[in-house]
């Protein structure tokens, strides 16, 4: 027997990538509900070799539905959510709405999965269970590790994020002004503030009052609220002209000394993570390599000799895969595999 699972806007990036990792990875499903907005109703979208056609969430019994993903925005996520938790569906949340509400619990599993534990047997639970923003959920996979082994102090992150992060407005937007430019258009930005082919942009999200941008602080909020609120984390969130895939520049303090090769070795021992790192020309992974894959690539590993027991290394990952969507799958296979679910799959 097998769950049955629904998937709140399963026409966009996030969504579509959703149904095509539960296809892949069998996850044990025995229906499965694309749902979206009443315009979009009747839409059809691919789960493995099936077509399925998009039903209307304004009217959708939840009753009985084991999983809830949901990937259509904070304000959708926020008037449904807990209704859909109160039918006793389970929801996994890739909005930012819930992230940092102190009973929600936010979770990467091969960082913090035994929050999970201790959540599910809690009789007040809401069922609200939320998924990382995609920058951090990469970084705080090549950061455990670390923290283990020598304990973090303070980290420095540069990002260099895809506009798939965006949504597909934000990739067209990219297709268009890149091959518009070859042909004299000027670019007219809609999406991004500024022209996002053939440059960098310094912002993404709105701008807080201490001038850090609402991705920046997220960088911050979730890196504490899954890894340890004692790590100081400053950070700069730049939109780069790549389409899928987020980099990161990190820059580590810790507590303890810890060489390159110590950190290498204890990488390549933990999971979701593959080092690459070759001291040599094309040794270290670019988004190129990450999109369509499961792993956070790490790379570039080295000492950072301008603090005390310092590192620096450069992180990869499909920001739709381990950036949202594979990582809202992992987060429901958790709950299967350390039995926190009422049935369990045959
Ligand atoms: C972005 N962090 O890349 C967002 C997506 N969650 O814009």
Redesign the pocket.
């Known amino acids: 027997m097998g769950y049955k699972v629904a998937i709140v806007g399963a026409t966009g990036n996030v969504g579509r990538e959703m149904l095509d990792i539960l296809a892949e990875r069998n996850f044990p499903v025995d229906e499965l509900v694309p749902l979206a907005s009443s315009r979009s109703v009747g839409r059809e979208v691919s789960f493995g070799d099936k077509v399925l056609k998009c039903k209307n969430l304004d009217d959708f019994d939840f009753t009985g539905t084991d999983f809830v993903l949901m990937s259509a925005g904070g304000d959708i996520s926020k008037h449904w959510a807990p209704k859909i938790g109160a039918t006793g569906a389970i929801v996994i949340d890739n909005s930012s709405a819930f992230r940092y509400h102190e009973d929600v619990p936010l979770i990467v599993p091969e960082v913090n999965a035994g929050v999970l534990d201790a959540y599910m047997a809690k009789n007040d639970r809401k069922n609200i269970i939320a998924n990382p ?3 951090t959920a990469q970084l705080v996979v090549a950061l455990k590790p670390l923290h283990d082994l020598a304990t973090l102090t303070r980290i420095v992150v540069s990002t260099y ?2 506009v ?3 949504g597909k407005d934000a990739m067209d937007e990219l297709w268009n002004q890149t091959k518009g430019i070859f042909v004299n258009d000027t670019p007219t930005p809609a999406k991004f503030t500024k022209q996002i082919a053939f440059n960098v942009i310094p912002h ?2 709105v701008f807080m009052e201490d001038g850090y941008t609402k ?1 920046e602080w ?1 960088v911050l909020a979730e890196t504490k609220k899954m890894l340890d609120s004692r790590i100081k984390v400053t950070c700069t969130a730049v ?1 780069v002209p790549v389409f899928v895939g ?1 980099s990161e520049a990190v820059n580590m303090e810790f507590a303890k000394p810890i060489t390159p090769d110590e950190a290498r070795d204890a990488l390549r021992e933990a999971p979701g993570v593959v080092v690459l790192d070759k001291r040599e020309n094309g040794g270290y992974a670019t988004p190129v390599e990450a999109k369509g894959e499961d792993a956070t690539y790490v790379s570039r590993i080295r000492e950072d000799a301008t603090v005390e027991n310092g590192l620096a290394m450069w992180v990869v990952s499909d ?1 739709l895969r381990k ?2 969507a594979l990582n809202t799958i992992q987060i429901a296979e958790t709950l299967i595999s350390r039995g926190l679910m009422n049935k369990q799959a045959a």
């Open positions: 923003n995609c920058s994020q895809s798939s992060g965006g993404i999200d991705e997220k939109r987020h920001n950036g949202a």
